[in-house]
């Protein structure tokens, strides 16, 4: 009797296991928009929005690069998908997670673990540069433009000049963001490797920069603080030595108050690098 029991509690835990595998399966992915479109948009076509209000997306255009949005791709690709368009003419976007992305070489072969950003090819990507101000995810795969080509064409770079590109497709982390390839000439190399060492991700100049300037004012409150109360504290010693006692317990409060400001100020860098 107790080892039916026993058997009964297995498959249950067991069927409670796979009951909840799919579940988790769906939350951990990205969550997949439809969109009214323009014109066909094939699977791997990075978009922007063109109008937010009637959720029209079209190709990505270079000179738009911010305006970033996503990636075409097949309904049957996510698990969970809404549609907020009623045209006939729509488009499933995924803004996260890992996607097969139309790019070519325009800015030379793509290794894994490199940046993708906006091609001067209408929806295609290619491998960032400093000068791209935003970046559509990280490279999963490589392309080098010959072996796993599945075509070619001429397009007019932005300075006018006409080159030949190879076409594929790669897989690629979807993570829509700032440049970390620019970030890297903005900030000092120290700088960007004590905010990564304390956010444990890549962070914007921006937000470096502004880490920075709290801390130096907190410094220099926290100083500012401490130097008048220990220059107050030793002409009131020197003018009347019998107080002594009372001058140093007050220099002690204000060390404490100094070093609580320098400690918030340290708290609130961190709070700006990590959230």
Known sequence: MKRNVKSGSYLLLLSVVFTLTPVTFIAAQALVMSYTTTSTLQVGTIVQMQ??????????????????????????????????????????????GNYSVLVDNQNGPIDTGDYITAS???????????????????????????????????????????????????????SIGPNPVQQNILVPGFLKSVAQSVSAKPVSAIRIYSGLLVLLVAMIVAGGM???????????????????????????????????VFIIGLIAVYLLLKL
């Open 51 to 96: 109008n937010s209000k009637k959720n029209i997306v079209t190709a990505q255009t270079q000179t738009n690069e911010t305006k970033m949005f996503g990636v075409v791709i097949s309904p049957n690709d996510s698990p969970v998908s809404l549609s907020t368009s009623t045209s006939s003419s729509q488009a499933y976007v995924a803004s996260s």
């Open 120 to 174: 001067s090819l209408n929806g295609f990507g290619m491998k960032a540069s400093s000068s791209d101000s935003t970046t559509l995810g990280r490279a999963l795969t490589s392309f080098n433009g010959s072996s796993d080509s599945i075509g070619q064409t001429t397009l007019k770079e932005s300075g006018g000049r006409t080159v030949n590109v190879s076409l594929g497709r790669i897989i690629v982390d979807i």
């Open 226 to 260: 401490l130097y008048a109360g220990i220059r107050s504290s030793v002409i009131a010693i020197g003018r009347n030595p019998l107080s002594q006692r009372s001058i140093t317990r007050s220099l002690i409060q204000i060390t404490f108050t100094s070093l609580i």
